[in-house]
């Protein structure tokens, strides 16, 4: 299994565009595709809801956890 990992610090850089259209692109060519998202503003996820049914599957991790408090 082969993993590409895009990491930032700064916002606004383009990782979750970047991480997204690399999904995406992956996927349409037959590999199979996950994204793990670490931003509390979880805007892959928030693209994979968007994404059509009859486009490849992309698999999604919500990996940031909010408090509760």
Do not use: C, Y
């Not at 990491?7 to 991480?19: C, Q, Y």
Request: proline fraction near 9%; charged fraction near 20%; aromatic fraction near 8%.
């Amino acid at each position: 299994m082969k993993r590409i990992i895009v990491l930032n610090p700064k916002g606004g850089s383009g990782k979750s565009t970047l991480a997204t259209n690399l999904a995406g692109f992956l996927s349409v060519k037959g590999f199979p595709a996950a994204l793990m998202d670490f931003d509390p503003q979880a805007s892959s996820m928030r693209w994979l809801q968007n994404r059509p049914e009859e486009r490849p599957v992309v698999h999604g991790v919500a990996a940031f956890e909010k408090d509760p408090t």
